[in-house]
């Protein structure tokens, strides 16, 4: 196995400079302050350094293989780490005191941020891509803001604009003498973008789009970016030709000039105190006879003429083309997150101890307890899990935009229901991971320090932006309703639903034939289980909806189905026989087969799993979690995070977690002075006759 140092992972530029005199004297007189207890001095009972040491020494695989695996190669892997070097001798980016700030403070560092970004930015589509997701691992609200920008609002553009549109426009937004958001969602509707209510009445006279909001309901919510900084918008509104309503269509709107001035009638104010992602400016906006030309129409697929003549694109789909390549940086993104998190809680677990065995003895490390690893370990391999399927997808979404670019519409329908369907499950599956690490960490994990509290503040918005959860399974879940009844009718079908063409074979296999846990290891086995429950209930959504029930009902049946394209997007096959293969396919099974367990009753119900075959699946997830937990820190290791990007005393690489804790609290803002409400509020109390 080869070792992996803390040099590998750490600059010495990582800590902003001025903050590192002020840290220095606190450890020294931190370390001062420990004290022994029962003959073990209190250095020795929480000595980090050496239990990370060991647990790295006790790995049974190469951590820097691992780490190229998950990068997708060796050469994306060097970029990486020559973009972390850089941003950690850039102050802005990757600075001290994050946790600190105010929320007037934090939108004025990401201001910051995206000023100097625009001015690092590689022109390398890779390489840029790779140096904003290091930036957005540290900063939540940065990475919304660059997402809005780069992704919806250039993609918007890109992906829906006429050729002339983005020539003029698209350069300038790369080069931030631009700076868009993206204004779909209004104060009574999100997912349901059909009963949008702005409008965009087309006036043949001036050839201008006239744009309204006519109630309360119509203003543009939640648009991050505008109540501050957008100097233009992507706006989504009702096209309407001569009383003739088109349905919702987007337009290029400028909302400010270059001083900042709001164009006249615009109304734009901002969205106040939210939950988490402090640093980003979500506004509203309203609208009052706005005129904007025609040619600011998206028109690259549907069109309308000098005369007023509009032209049906050949898919309405394609109007939302943006949002796909969304929802697959969404995945990656909010996987990283999850990353980060793990890589905290597990390193922290590894060094805290709690309770002895027996009097005289060391105390045991809290990852070695089940309740700790199931709640840790199953979401580590859930971040194996997203990378390699989150990769998948955005190799697909690639190969549709081509795909679409040469009029080819065929995978369509099924990259949108697969999208739609694996964001759900993602966001939801992070957002529960993410709490329960936070929970592992006990008291210290309510601490802003520790990362954690602002990991689940931040990421909890994932499961209703892009699209709410439950209407995009929902989605996902008519589509896959309308593919087995395909099915039933003799047709094909096409991408991730052709499993279901074995409809009838799947629901008439033999028993399940297992009798000792170690047959679980079979992957097809895995696979079958998966597919199973997957039919059964797409099936029986299917026989729900003929007869009348709302389609709403067959969710659960997408959530399965999905869950069939983590599982193949598995690569363990592909990885050469030995210890990475090895620790690869125990994570493989720990993921999948914890969950089988807990949606069991698909098969107990009919009888094709027995009551024994349960207990022996579930005694193999024991096994698996016990194996997997002597890879845990070498696992989280192998993610490649440096301590400038984890951002977090308790999830430091060297190990020395309370040293850095204790430091960072002592360095806080007025962490040992007097109340400045003492003499108003305090002193009195004190001298009240009790």
């Not at 390699?388 to 009029?407: S, V």
């Not at 399965?560 to 096959?573: F, G, P, Q, T």
Request: glycine content about 6%; some cysteine; aromatic content about 8%.
């Amino acid at each position: 196995m080869s070792a992996t140092t803390p040099e590998s992972f750490n600059s010495a530029a990582a800590r902003a400079a001025r903050r590192v005199q002020c840290v220095a004297s606190h450890v020294q007189a931190g370390d001062q302050g420990l004290v022994a207890v029962q003959g073990v001095s209190a250095t020795e009972m929480v000595d980090g350094v050496t239990t990370l040491r060991a647990e790295r020494a006790g790995g049974s695989f190469d951590v820097r293989a691992m780490t190229h695996l998950l990068d997708g190669g060796e050469e994306i892997t060097r970029i990486k780490e020559e973009y972390v070097a850089l941003l950690e001798r850039e102050p802005l980016m990757l600075d001290a005191g994050f946790y600190d700030r105010t929320r007037e403070q934090a939108r004025y560092r990401v201001m910051q941020k995206m000023k100097r970004f625009g001015e690092l930015k590689p022109e390398d589509p890779l390489r840029s891509k790779i140096f904003n997701d290091l930036v957005a691992l540290h900063d939540a609200s940065f990475s919304t803001r660059m997402g809005v920008h780069y992704t919806l609002f250039i993609g918007a553009l890109t992906g829906q604009a006429t050729k002339e549109l983005q020539e003029k426009y698209v350069p300038d937004a790369r080069k931030l003498r631009v700076i868009g958001s993206f204004s779909m969602t209004e104060m009574g509707h999100g997912s349901a973008i059909r009963h949008f209510e702005t409008t965009a009445h087309f006036d043949k006279q001036s050839d201008t789009f006239v744009i309204n909001t006519p109630t309360l309901t119509a203003t543009k919510w939640w648009i991050g970016g505008a109540a501050h900084i957008s100097t233009h918008t992507i706006c989504f509104a009702r096209l309407i030709i001569d009383e003739k309503d088109y349905g919702v269509h987007s337009f290029l709107m400028q909302l400010r000039d270059r001083d900042g001035n709001i164009l006249p009638g615009i109304t734009i104010g901002d969205c106040g105190k939210k939950m988490g992602r402090d640093g980003i400016d979500n506004g509203w906006l309203q609208f009052n006879n706005v005129r904007v030309p025609r040619s600011q129409m998206l028109q690259k697929w549907a069109k309308v003429s000098r005369e007023g003549v509009y032209s049906q694109p050949p898919k309405a789909q394609l109007a939302y083309g943006a949002l796909l390549g969304g929802r697959v940086s969404l995945i990656l993104n909010c996987n990283d997150q999850l990353k980060r998190g793990l890589t905290v809680a597990i390193r922290y677990c590894a060094v805290r101890r709690q309770f002895a065995n027996k009097p005289g003895a060391p105390e045991t490390q809290i990852l070695d307890y089940q309740t700790h690893q199931i709640r840790l370990l199953e979401p580590l391999c859930g971040a194996f899990a997203w990378t390699f399927a989150g990769r998948t997808m955005e190799a697909q979404a690639t190969k549709l935009q081509q795909d679409l670019a040469n009029g080819d519409l065929t995978n369509l329908p099924d990259l949108h229901a697969t999208s739609a369907g694996l964001k759900a499950i993602c966001t939801w599956y992070i957002t529960a991971a993410l709490e329960q690490a936070r929970q592992c960490m006990a008291g210290h994990g309510y601490s802003a320090y520790s990362a954690l509290p602002t990991l689940v503040a931040d990421i909890t918005v994932n499961c209703t932006w892009e699209g709410d959860n439950t209407v995009m399974l929902l989605q996902t879940a008519q589509y896959l309703v309308k593919s087995i009844s395909r099915v039933f009718e003799g047709k094909k079908l096409v991408g991730s639903a052709r499993y279901l063409e074995r409809t009838q074979e799947i629901l008439t296999q033999s028993p399940l034939s297992v009798s000792s846990a170690s047959d679980y290891e079979n992957e097809e086995l895995v696979v079958q289980l998966y597919e199973r429950a997957a039919v059964k209930k797409i099936v029986r959504a299917a026989r729900a909806v003929q007869r009348e029930i709302k389609a709403g009902k067959p969710k659960d049946a997408a959530f399965n189905a999905c869950l069939i394209d983590l599982v193949r997007a598995s690569e363990v096959r592909a990885v050469e026989a030995g210890p990475l293969q090895a620790v690869l396919k125990k994570m493989f099974l720990l993921f999948c087969l914890n969950r089988v367990a807990n949606d069991a009753s698909t098969h107990l119900a009919d009888g094709w799993m027995n009551e024994k075959q349960l207990e022996l699946l579930q005694e193999k997830v024991r096994q698996l979690l016990s194996e997997i937990r002597k890879d845990a820190v070498p696992l989280v290791d192998s993610f490649n995070l440096p301590d400038s990007l984890v951002n977090s005393p308790l999830g430091r690489f060297d190990g020395d977690l309370y040293k850095h804790y204790f430091a960072e609290v002592r360095a806080a803002p007025n962490a040992e002075i007097k109340a400045p409400y003492w003499d108003e509020l305090v002193k009195p109390c004190l001298r009240k006759d009790l």
